[in-house]
Protein backbone atom coordinates (compact mmCIF):
# COMPACT_ATOMS: atom_id res chain seq x y z
CA UNK A 1 0.00 0.00 0.00
CA UNK A 2 1.51 3.38 -0.87
CA UNK A 3 1.85 6.41 1.66
CA UNK A 4 -1.21 8.37 0.67
CA UNK A 5 -3.24 5.09 0.64
CA UNK A 6 -2.16 4.62 4.65
CA UNK A 7 -2.91 8.42 5.13
CA UNK A 8 -6.33 7.68 3.95
CA UNK A 9 -6.73 4.83 5.59
CA UNK A 10 -6.11 6.52 8.94
CA UNK A 11 -8.07 9.32 8.40
CA UNK A 12 -11.22 6.92 7.77
CA UNK A 13 -10.35 5.26 11.04
CA UNK A 14 -9.89 8.14 12.92
CA UNK A 15 -13.78 9.81 11.42
CA UNK A 16 -15.29 6.17 13.00
CA UNK A 17 -13.22 6.14 16.05
CA UNK A 18 -15.87 6.96 19.24
CA UNK A 19 -14.93 10.41 20.21
CA UNK A 20 -17.67 10.96 22.70
CA UNK A 21 -16.29 13.05 26.05
CA UNK A 22 -13.25 13.97 23.96
CA UNK A 23 -11.73 17.26 23.20
CA UNK A 24 -12.74 18.41 20.09
CA UNK A 25 -9.09 19.47 18.79
CA UNK A 26 -5.97 18.39 20.08
CA UNK A 27 -4.33 21.27 21.64
CA UNK A 28 -2.95 24.72 21.00
CA UNK A 29 -1.11 25.81 17.62
CA UNK A 30 2.34 26.58 18.26
CA UNK A 31 4.90 26.42 15.97
CA UNK A 32 4.00 24.88 12.24
CA UNK A 33 1.50 22.83 12.54
CA UNK A 34 2.95 21.63 15.92
CA UNK A 35 0.80 21.31 18.96
CA UNK A 36 0.80 22.12 23.01
CA UNK A 37 -1.53 21.74 25.41
CA UNK A 38 -5.10 23.91 25.24
CA UNK A 39 -4.22 25.78 28.01
CA UNK A 40 -0.98 27.45 26.70
CA UNK A 41 -3.50 29.59 24.75
CA UNK A 42 -4.19 31.53 27.66
CA UNK A 43 -0.44 32.68 28.91
CA UNK A 44 0.18 32.74 25.60
CA UNK A 45 1.44 36.86 25.05
CA UNK A 46 -0.47 37.39 21.50
CA UNK A 47 -2.30 40.18 19.93
CA UNK A 48 -5.00 39.50 18.73
CA UNK A 49 -7.49 41.80 16.51
CA UNK A 50 -10.62 40.76 14.96
CA UNK A 51 -12.74 42.56 11.92
CA UNK A 52 -15.40 40.47 10.14
CA UNK A 53 -14.48 37.41 9.22
CA UNK A 54 -10.61 37.86 9.36
CA UNK A 55 -8.30 37.80 12.37
CA UNK A 56 -5.00 39.53 12.76
CA UNK A 57 -2.17 37.92 15.16
CA UNK A 58 1.19 39.29 16.19
CA UNK A 59 3.70 37.31 18.20
CA UNK A 60 7.25 38.39 19.42
CA UNK A 61 9.60 37.63 21.44
CA UNK A 62 13.88 40.01 21.77
CA UNK A 63 16.02 39.44 24.37
CA UNK A 64 19.68 41.76 24.75
CA UNK A 65 22.45 39.01 26.25
CA UNK A 66 25.58 39.88 28.06
CA UNK A 67 26.87 36.14 28.01
CA UNK A 68 29.97 35.75 30.27
CA UNK A 69 31.87 31.43 29.83
CA UNK A 70 34.63 30.11 32.11
CA UNK A 71 37.09 27.99 31.33
CA UNK A 72 39.84 27.54 28.39
CA UNK A 73 37.03 27.65 25.82
CA UNK A 74 35.03 30.30 26.92
CA UNK A 75 33.70 33.04 25.36
CA UNK A 76 32.39 36.56 26.48
CA UNK A 77 29.66 38.92 24.43
CA UNK A 78 26.69 40.77 24.12
CA UNK A 79 23.95 39.62 21.05
CA UNK A 80 20.52 39.89 20.56
CA UNK A 81 18.24 37.06 19.90
CA UNK A 82 14.71 37.66 18.13
CA UNK A 83 12.06 36.96 16.24
CA UNK A 84 8.35 38.74 15.26
CA UNK A 85 5.54 36.80 13.88
CA UNK A 86 2.50 38.34 11.76
CA UNK A 87 -0.27 36.19 11.16
CA UNK A 88 -3.61 36.91 9.35
CA UNK A 89 -6.38 33.98 9.44
CA UNK A 90 -9.83 34.33 7.41
CA UNK A 91 -12.94 31.73 7.84
CA UNK A 92 -15.80 31.34 5.99
CA UNK A 93 -17.88 28.53 6.93
CA UNK A 94 -16.09 25.40 7.30
CA UNK A 95 -13.00 26.61 5.82
CA UNK A 96 -10.06 28.50 7.00
CA UNK A 97 -6.90 30.00 5.54
CA UNK A 98 -4.05 31.27 7.31
CA UNK A 99 -1.20 33.18 6.49
CA UNK A 100 1.70 32.88 8.05
CA UNK A 101 5.10 34.53 8.69
CA UNK A 102 7.78 34.91 10.52
CA UNK A 103 10.86 37.28 10.59
CA UNK A 104 14.17 37.27 12.55
CA UNK A 105 17.01 40.38 12.48
CA UNK A 106 19.30 38.23 14.38
CA UNK A 107 21.69 38.03 11.12
CA UNK A 108 22.59 41.35 12.14
CA UNK A 109 22.00 41.04 15.94
CA UNK A 110 24.40 38.14 15.97
CA UNK A 111 27.73 39.05 14.70
CA UNK A 112 30.15 36.58 13.81
CA UNK A 113 27.39 34.20 12.45
CA UNK A 114 27.45 32.68 16.18
CA UNK A 115 26.96 33.55 19.69
CA UNK A 116 28.86 31.48 22.65
CA UNK A 117 26.98 28.48 24.00
CA UNK A 118 29.47 26.19 25.47
CA UNK A 119 29.47 22.68 23.84
CA UNK A 120 26.88 23.59 21.43
CA UNK A 121 27.49 22.32 17.62
CA UNK A 122 25.73 22.39 14.27
CA UNK A 123 25.61 23.98 10.81
CA UNK A 124 29.17 25.77 9.69
CA UNK A 125 30.28 29.60 9.62
CA UNK A 126 32.97 30.97 7.29
CA UNK A 127 32.81 27.22 5.93
CA UNK A 128 34.09 25.92 9.28
CA UNK A 129 31.45 23.76 11.70
CA UNK A 130 30.39 25.61 14.73
CA UNK A 131 31.95 24.40 17.23
CA UNK A 132 30.90 26.27 21.04
CA UNK A 133 28.71 28.37 19.85
CA UNK A 134 24.38 28.59 18.14
CA UNK A 135 23.91 30.27 14.94
CA UNK A 136 21.74 32.92 14.40
CA UNK A 137 17.84 32.25 12.67
CA UNK A 138 17.48 33.15 9.19
CA UNK A 139 15.89 36.75 8.38
CA UNK A 140 13.19 34.82 7.32
CA UNK A 141 12.12 31.94 9.19
CA UNK A 142 8.75 31.65 8.07
CA UNK A 143 6.82 32.35 4.63
CA UNK A 144 3.66 29.53 5.04
CA UNK A 145 -0.13 29.63 4.54
CA UNK A 146 -2.46 26.49 5.98
CA UNK A 147 -5.78 25.57 4.62
CA UNK A 148 -8.23 23.60 6.98
CA UNK A 149 -11.63 22.15 5.70
CA UNK A 150 -13.38 20.63 8.84
CA UNK A 151 -14.97 17.75 8.74
CA UNK A 152 -17.22 17.56 11.47
CA UNK A 153 -17.33 19.57 14.74
CA UNK A 154 -14.43 16.62 15.58
CA UNK A 155 -12.47 16.59 13.05
CA UNK A 156 -10.52 18.93 10.38
CA UNK A 157 -8.25 18.20 7.07
CA UNK A 158 -5.60 20.35 6.69
CA UNK A 159 -2.48 21.50 4.02
CA UNK A 160 0.53 23.51 5.47
CA UNK A 161 3.58 24.59 3.44
CA UNK A 162 4.97 27.04 1.62
CA UNK A 163 8.84 28.66 0.74
CA UNK A 164 9.91 28.66 4.32
CA UNK A 165 8.22 26.61 7.36
CA UNK A 166 8.27 23.73 9.52
CA UNK A 167 7.77 19.84 9.10
CA UNK A 168 5.88 17.17 10.87
CA UNK A 169 9.12 16.83 12.99
CA UNK A 170 10.31 17.19 16.11
CA UNK A 171 8.14 18.97 19.43
CA UNK A 172 7.05 22.66 19.48
CA UNK A 173 10.57 24.33 18.71
CA UNK A 174 12.21 26.08 21.41
CA UNK A 175 11.67 29.71 20.49
CA UNK A 176 8.15 29.01 20.39
CA UNK A 177 7.83 26.75 23.91
CA UNK A 178 5.94 27.74 26.62
CA UNK A 179 8.43 25.66 28.92
CA UNK A 180 11.49 27.60 26.72
CA UNK A 181 9.77 31.16 26.75
CA UNK A 182 11.77 33.07 28.96
CA UNK A 183 15.36 31.41 28.21
CA UNK A 184 17.31 33.60 26.00
CA UNK A 185 19.46 30.34 23.97
CA UNK A 186 19.02 27.59 22.29
CA UNK A 187 18.85 23.57 23.44
CA UNK A 188 22.32 21.64 23.32
CA UNK A 189 19.82 19.12 21.75
CA UNK A 190 18.55 21.50 18.92
CA UNK A 191 20.35 19.71 16.17
CA UNK A 192 19.03 16.54 17.43
CA UNK A 193 15.32 17.64 18.38
CA UNK A 194 13.99 20.34 16.58
CA UNK A 195 16.47 22.13 13.88
CA UNK A 196 14.15 21.44 10.86
CA UNK A 197 11.81 24.41 12.22
CA UNK A 198 13.09 26.22 9.59
CA UNK A 199 12.95 24.27 6.08
CA UNK A 200 13.08 25.19 2.67
CA UNK A 201 9.73 24.04 0.17
CA UNK A 202 8.00 22.72 2.84
CA UNK A 203 4.06 20.67 2.48
CA UNK A 204 2.46 19.09 4.92
CA UNK A 205 -0.82 17.10 4.78
CA UNK A 206 -2.59 17.10 8.24
CA UNK A 207 -6.12 15.71 10.05
CA UNK A 208 -6.88 16.22 13.30
CA UNK A 209 -9.64 13.97 15.03
CA UNK A 210 -11.14 14.63 18.55
CA UNK A 211 -7.42 14.31 20.59
CA UNK A 212 -5.40 13.10 17.59
CA UNK A 213 -3.50 14.57 14.97
CA UNK A 214 -1.88 12.50 12.07
CA UNK A 215 0.87 14.75 9.81
CA UNK A 216 2.79 13.73 6.95
CA UNK A 217 5.61 16.34 5.22
CA UNK A 218 7.95 16.06 2.42
CA UNK A 219 10.73 19.25 2.59
CA UNK A 220 13.93 20.11 1.78
CA UNK A 221 16.51 18.82 3.83
CA UNK A 222 19.95 20.55 3.42
CA UNK A 223 20.26 22.88 6.35
CA UNK A 224 20.13 26.92 5.44
CA UNK A 225 23.20 28.23 4.05
CA UNK A 226 25.18 30.97 6.01
CA UNK A 227 24.01 33.65 4.19
CA UNK A 228 20.98 34.39 6.64
CA UNK A 229 19.33 37.36 4.69
CA UNK A 230 18.11 35.42 1.69
CA UNK A 231 15.73 32.11 1.12
CA UNK A 232 17.24 29.43 0.33
CA UNK A 233 16.27 27.12 -2.37
CA UNK A 234 15.88 23.39 -2.65
CA UNK A 235 13.67 20.96 -4.02
CA UNK A 236 11.25 18.57 -1.61
CA UNK A 237 13.58 15.37 -1.15
CA UNK A 238 12.80 14.68 3.09
CA UNK A 239 10.41 12.91 4.19
CA UNK A 240 8.68 13.26 7.83
CA UNK A 241 5.38 11.74 10.00
CA UNK A 242 4.25 12.96 13.18
CA UNK A 243 1.39 11.82 15.69
CA UNK A 244 0.04 14.06 18.68
CA UNK A 245 -2.26 13.31 21.12
CA UNK A 246 -3.64 15.54 23.06
CA UNK A 247 -4.87 13.69 26.12
CA UNK A 248 -6.39 16.49 28.34
CA UNK A 249 -6.31 20.30 28.38
CA UNK A 250 -3.16 20.66 29.79
CA UNK A 251 -0.94 17.81 28.60
CA UNK A 252 0.07 16.61 25.04
CA UNK A 253 2.52 14.17 23.58
CA UNK A 254 4.22 13.56 20.35
CA UNK A 255 5.62 11.14 18.20
CA UNK A 256 7.64 11.71 15.17
CA UNK A 257 10.23 10.05 12.37
CA UNK A 258 11.74 11.62 9.80
CA UNK A 259 14.45 10.97 6.76
CA UNK A 260 16.74 14.37 6.61
CA UNK A 261 18.79 13.82 3.23
CA UNK A 262 21.86 15.71 2.27
CA UNK A 263 21.72 17.17 6.00
CA UNK A 264 24.56 19.11 6.22
CA UNK A 265 26.74 20.71 3.70
CA UNK A 266 30.15 19.45 4.77
CA UNK A 267 28.71 16.01 4.68
CA UNK A 268 26.39 16.46 1.88
CA UNK A 269 26.37 12.86 0.93
CA UNK A 270 25.17 11.74 4.43
CA UNK A 271 21.52 11.09 5.12
CA UNK A 272 19.61 11.29 8.88
CA UNK A 273 16.79 9.23 10.15
CA UNK A 274 15.56 11.54 12.98
CA UNK A 275 13.27 10.06 16.06
CA UNK A 276 12.19 12.36 18.40
CA UNK A 277 9.38 11.81 21.13
CA UNK A 278 8.20 14.38 23.85
CA UNK A 279 5.52 14.92 26.51
CA UNK A 280 4.28 18.78 27.11
CA UNK A 281 1.89 19.88 30.50
CA UNK A 282 0.96 23.27 31.09
CA UNK A 283 -1.34 24.41 34.12
CA UNK A 284 -2.77 27.99 34.99
CA UNK A 285 -3.20 28.88 38.48
CA UNK A 286 -3.73 32.38 40.54
CA UNK A 287 -1.46 34.83 39.10
CA UNK A 288 0.21 32.72 37.02
CA UNK A 289 1.07 29.13 35.33
CA UNK A 290 3.53 26.46 34.97
CA UNK A 291 4.70 24.59 31.84
CA UNK A 292 6.89 21.90 31.38
CA UNK A 293 8.68 19.34 28.72
CA UNK A 294 10.49 16.42 28.56
CA UNK A 295 11.84 15.55 25.05
CA UNK A 296 14.03 13.09 23.18
CA UNK A 297 15.44 13.69 20.00
CA UNK A 298 17.88 10.98 18.39
CA UNK A 299 20.23 11.56 15.02
CA UNK A 300 20.94 8.34 13.68
CA UNK A 301 23.30 8.58 10.32
CA UNK A 302 22.97 6.63 6.82
CA UNK A 303 26.23 5.35 5.84
CA UNK A 304 27.26 3.20 3.36
CA UNK A 305 30.29 2.34 5.97
CA UNK A 306 29.22 3.56 8.88
CA UNK A 307 26.07 4.27 11.14
CA UNK A 308 26.33 6.87 13.89
CA UNK A 309 23.93 7.56 16.77
CA UNK A 310 23.56 10.67 18.62
CA UNK A 311 21.24 10.96 21.84
CA UNK A 312 19.83 13.86 23.12
CA UNK A 313 17.43 14.35 26.57
CA UNK A 314 16.12 17.31 28.36
CA UNK A 315 13.86 18.40 30.61
CA UNK A 316 12.64 22.17 30.94
CA UNK A 317 9.85 24.24 33.22
CA UNK A 318 8.97 27.45 33.48
CA UNK A 319 6.52 28.91 36.45
CA UNK A 320 5.46 32.55 36.49
CA UNK A 321 3.77 33.56 39.41
CA UNK A 322 3.32 36.18 41.49
CA UNK A 323 2.37 38.06 38.45
CA UNK A 324 5.46 39.38 37.90
CA UNK A 325 8.09 36.67 38.39
CA UNK A 326 9.41 34.09 36.51
CA UNK A 327 11.86 30.83 37.16
CA UNK A 328 12.47 27.97 35.00
CA UNK A 329 14.98 25.45 34.58
CA UNK A 330 16.62 23.11 31.71
CA UNK A 331 18.70 19.90 32.23
CA UNK A 332 20.54 18.72 29.21
CA UNK A 333 22.15 15.37 28.95
CA UNK A 334 23.43 15.25 25.15
CA UNK A 335 25.99 12.88 23.26
CA UNK A 336 28.75 14.95 21.36
CA UNK A 337 31.87 13.95 19.30
CA UNK A 338 35.42 14.19 18.57
CA UNK A 339 35.46 17.64 16.83
CA UNK A 340 34.46 19.18 20.08
CA UNK A 341 38.35 18.19 20.91
CA UNK A 342 39.85 20.47 18.35
CA UNK A 343 37.39 23.35 18.48
CA UNK A 344 36.67 25.58 15.20
CA UNK A 345 39.54 24.93 13.60
CA UNK A 346 39.81 23.31 9.98
CA UNK A 347 41.31 20.49 11.95
CA UNK A 348 37.74 19.89 12.61
CA UNK A 349 37.48 19.10 8.83
CA UNK A 350 39.30 16.08 8.94
CA UNK A 351 38.12 14.55 12.29
CA UNK A 352 35.77 11.63 11.99
CA UNK A 353 32.47 13.11 14.00
CA UNK A 354 32.03 9.77 16.13
CA UNK A 355 30.40 10.08 20.01
CA UNK A 356 33.23 10.86 22.29
CA UNK A 357 30.67 11.13 25.56
CA UNK A 358 27.71 12.75 27.04
CA UNK A 359 27.51 16.44 27.91
CA UNK A 360 25.13 17.80 30.88
CA UNK A 361 23.36 20.90 31.16
CA UNK A 362 22.20 22.36 34.30
CA UNK A 363 20.91 25.86 34.12
CA UNK A 364 18.47 27.50 36.05
CA UNK A 365 17.13 31.41 35.50
CA UNK A 366 14.42 33.92 37.06
CA UNK A 367 13.16 37.21 35.90
CA UNK A 368 10.99 40.05 36.85
CA UNK A 369 8.87 41.94 34.55
CA UNK A 370 9.77 45.47 34.88
CA UNK A 371 6.71 48.20 36.44
CA UNK A 372 7.46 50.22 32.71
CA UNK A 373 5.80 49.97 29.91
CA UNK A 374 7.62 51.38 26.35
CA UNK A 375 4.77 51.52 24.04
CA UNK A 376 2.57 48.38 24.35
CA UNK A 377 5.77 46.10 25.15
CA UNK A 378 6.42 44.09 28.79
CA UNK A 379 9.93 44.88 29.64
CA UNK A 380 11.43 41.59 31.64
CA UNK A 381 14.90 41.27 33.51
CA UNK A 382 16.37 38.32 34.28
CA UNK A 383 19.39 36.23 34.71
CA UNK A 384 20.51 32.58 34.21
CA UNK A 385 23.06 30.85 34.92
CA UNK A 386 24.78 26.92 33.50
CA UNK A 387 26.98 24.45 35.16
CA UNK A 388 28.37 21.48 33.03
CA UNK A 389 28.93 17.86 33.62
CA UNK A 390 31.68 17.13 31.61
CA UNK A 391 33.14 13.39 29.80
CA UNK A 392 36.50 13.11 31.16
CA UNK A 393 38.27 12.79 27.13
CA UNK A 394 37.03 16.80 26.98
CA UNK A 395 37.61 18.03 30.64
CA UNK A 396 41.69 18.48 29.13
CA UNK A 397 40.16 20.87 26.63
CA UNK A 398 37.07 22.24 28.78
CA UNK A 399 37.85 22.51 32.45
CA UNK A 400 36.80 20.55 35.10
CA UNK A 401 33.77 22.91 35.64
CA UNK A 402 33.35 24.99 32.75
CA UNK A 403 29.69 27.56 33.55
CA UNK A 404 28.08 30.20 32.27
CA UNK A 405 26.15 33.33 32.85
CA UNK A 406 23.85 35.35 31.39
CA UNK A 407 22.13 38.70 31.98
CA UNK A 408 19.29 39.89 29.29
CA UNK A 409 16.59 42.46 28.87
CA UNK A 410 13.61 40.74 27.69
CA UNK A 411 10.82 42.61 25.18
CA UNK A 412 7.32 41.00 24.00
CA UNK A 413 3.94 42.74 22.91
CA UNK A 414 1.89 42.93 25.59
CA UNK A 415 -1.01 40.39 24.67
CA UNK A 416 -4.79 40.43 24.62
CA UNK A 417 -5.54 36.59 23.52
CA UNK A 418 -7.35 36.21 26.69
CA UNK A 419 -9.47 38.87 26.37
CA UNK A 420 -9.94 37.91 23.30
CA UNK A 421 -10.92 34.15 24.05
CA UNK A 422 -13.44 36.12 26.77
CA UNK A 423 -15.23 37.94 23.88
CA UNK A 424 -15.47 34.93 21.79
CA UNK A 425 -17.12 33.15 24.34
CA UNK A 426 -19.57 35.78 24.88
CA UNK A 427 -20.66 35.98 21.50
Given amino acids: MCPCAHFLWAVMLFQNMNMAGMENTVGFLASGTSIEPKTTSESDPMVVKTRGSWTFMFHANAFLVDTQQSGPRGH ?84 YGGPVGEPALGPTAYPHRSSASENPVATLGHHEQDSTHISNSVITLGFTGGPLQLEASTFHGREPGENRWNIDKGKPDSFASRLTIGLNKNLSGQFSIGRINSREALEPNLDTLRTTASIHYNRQFSFGHISSSLIWGRNKDLDHDRSRIFNSYALESTVKFLKRNWAWTRIENVDRDRTLLVGETRAALNIEEEPIGRVQAYTFGYERDLPIRISALNVGLGVQATAYGVPLPLKAVYGNRPAGLSVFLRLRPTGNMMEHMRQMHQH
Fill in 76 to 159: DKLFSTNWLMPMLMHQSGRNTITFRTMLSLEPATVTDRRYPELFQKGEIAYGLPIIDGQHPHELFMELAGRYEFKLSDRSQIFV
